[in-house]
């Protein structure tokens, strides 16, 4: 009788803490979801025509969460794509909300083939980013068609957006000698780790990613230099060339493109599209200017995936590192100061194409993800009775409180219809490191978190106190080796990319680069340039 008692309660018990795993587990929304993007085109604009507007061509990349709006990014991939850069307020209802030219249609008219490359104005942009100034960084790479015939339309550049009045505010314009012909800018990290609050964010570093001539520019936004670094680890591996996801399998030699960043360890993390590989760098290197002839980037290697990817992340209270593999169509974590894999979701239908991946300040502990079917787009095949770009949210991911949950508690994700789904608009907070904003915006302090881990957290601030050089890649004491996960091998004993066995660099159709050999300038070490244009010359006439 006893023992029948004590199963029962056992089984109560399993049942409890089931329930309330799943009640931990990590659901994920769609916020939003198109099967092709369209616009709130002005009454005289030429909708009807391709060259203007054809859906099919329209890739979103890159996506920004805002206070009231959420940004997002459709580069010129294709010919027909109006605006590259638009957005969505944040309460919107409905399914599908047409996208809205940001700021508004004069800064789009690369779209009819009007635009003067010295006005204000886009191209193509990638990726955005929105700083603690509440100010809206849009990276153009100024490449037009860049999947057909790679029109160079105008010179990379970035603007630099004041949301509370949607003006530009600052335009920065790359000096000819970090740019080469083939450059395509495709994603931007804006450090402000070194900023002053009396500066307003015009001191912060910018870190961009050059995918087609790969190397990272990097941008002292204080003194107004740029300058440009290379590394083997940043071009296409061939081997990886072909990805394959679900049964579509498509090749693309891109370098490059995912880019994530460690504030607290000063970890600069990215990976190459063709590439099973994450690699590092520590922002101290990147800051410390143009190398000196022969001299290498002190780039290691992090660890393996299972597949190629482009989405990157990293939680601004953990450090956790959040990636997307292609052929597990899965969002996965790794916790590099705890050894601790995680998959965070898996979803064969949403989680097709992972271009951006974001953990933004101005939403708690919620982790967004962009997918859009890019292989369907790129392979031509397109289904326009499918969904074909998402705009996905996983809350309770990235805050450092939240309870422990076993993998097996995680269950499967959870489709929320969307078409009465909206997220609302939040208030800015005043902690951290949120820069003032203008009084009429009231304040809202977010609770203070907490570490889970005692003993972790004990550790990483002792590492950070003593002012140790940041990461030798096993900061744990001890690492348990027999945890494994399918999607990534890290801490598994490899050595460091090896800087002086250089891995073959393969362009777009299989020709070798040679790096130039001239001690006053090469491809690999670029020295540093003044800007061409002073940055106080950005108002629009």
């Not at 587990?25 to 507007?53: G, H, I, R």
């Not at 995918?211 to 230099?225: E, F």
């Not at 780039?299 to 209270?317: C, D, E, F, M, T």
Request: with cysteine; glycine share 6%; aromatic share 12%.
């Amino acid at each position: 009788m006893y023992g029948k008692l004590a199963a029962h309660l056992v089984a109560l018990s399993s049942l409890f803490w089931l329930a309330h795993a799943v009640d931990y587990a990590p659901k994920m929304e769609t916020v939003k979801q198109w099967s092709f993007l369209s616009y709130n085109f002005p009454w005289d604009y030429p909708a009807n025509s391709k060259e203007f507007y054809n859906p099919e061509n329209i890739v979103a990349t890159g996506i920004e969460v805002g206070y009231d709006r959420i940004f997002i990014a459709t580069p010129r991939l294709f010919s027909g794509v109006p605006a590259t850069l638009s957005a969505i307020p944040r309460g919107t209802q409905g399914d599908s909300p047409p996208l809205q030219a940001y700021p508004d249609w004069t800064h789009h008219t690369a779209g009819t083939k009007e635009y003067n490359c010295s006005d204000i104005g886009l191209v193509s942009v990638y990726r955005i980013r929105i700083d603690s100034c509440n100010r809206l960084w849009a990276l153009d790479a100024g490449v037009s068609r860049s999947l057909e015939d790679f029109e160079v339309t105008c010179p990379p550049k970035i603007l630099v957006y004041d949301l509370h009045t949607d003006q530009v505010v600052r335009r920065i314009d790359f000096p000819p000698e970090v740019v080469r012909r083939e450059s395509l800018y495709t994603n931007i990290i804006v450090d402000e780790t070194g900023s002053r609050p009396e500066n307003n964010c015009d001191d912060v570093f910018v870190y961009i990613t050059d995918t087609v001539a790969p190397g990272i520019v990097v941008y002292d936004s204080g003194k107004d230099l740029t300058w440009r670094v290379s590394h083997p680890a940043m071009y296409p591996d061939p081997d990886f060339a072909e990805s394959t996801i679900l049964e579509h399998r498509f090749t693309l030699m891109d370098g490059v493109v995912g880019i994530a960043f460690d504030q607290e360890a000063g970890i600069i993390y990215f990976q190459p599209l063709a590439t099973d590989r994450l690699f590092s760098v520590t922002t101290a290197a990147l800051r410390a200017g143009p190398l000196p002839f022969g001299k290498d980037l002190p780039v290691k290697l992090v660890g393996r995936k299972s597949s190629q990817g482009i989405g990157l992340a990293v939680s601004p209270h953990t450090g956790t590192i959040f990636y997307s593999p292609f052929t597990e169509t899965a969002v996965a974590s790794w916790n590099p100061r705890t050894n601790e894999h995680q998959i965070v979701a898996q979803d064969q239908e949403r989680l097709q194409f992972a271009a951006d991946i974001r953990t933004p300040a101005r939403d708690g502990s919620a982790l967004y993800v962009l997918t859009s079917k890019f292989h369907r787009f790129f392979l031509k095949n397109i289904d326009a009775n499918e969904f074909n770009t998402r705009i996905l949210r996983i809350d309770g991911v990235v805050g450092p409180s939240l309870p422990t949950i076993a993998p097996s508690g995680f269950g499967p994700t959870v489709e929320t219809n969307s078409a009465f789904y909206s997220l609302p608009a939040v208030t800015p907070s005043a902690a951290n490191s949120f820069k003032p904003l203008p009084p009429t915006i009231p304040f809202t302090k977010y609770p203070t978190h907490k570490s889970p881990n005692p003993k972790t957290y004990a550790f990483i601030q002792n590492y950070y106190v003593n002012n140790k050089q940041p990461y030798v890649y096993e900061p744990v004491p001890v690492i348990d080796k027999t945890k494994t996960n399918p999607f990534f091998i890290l801490n598994s004993g490899e050595k460091p990319f090896p800087a002086t066995q250089q891995r073959p660099q393969y362009g777009l159709n299989g020709e070798i680069f040679f790096p130039k050999i001239n001690h006053h300038f090469n491809d690999f070490n670029g020295l540093r340039y003044a800007k061409s244009l002073r940055a106080n010359l950005t108002a629009t006439p």
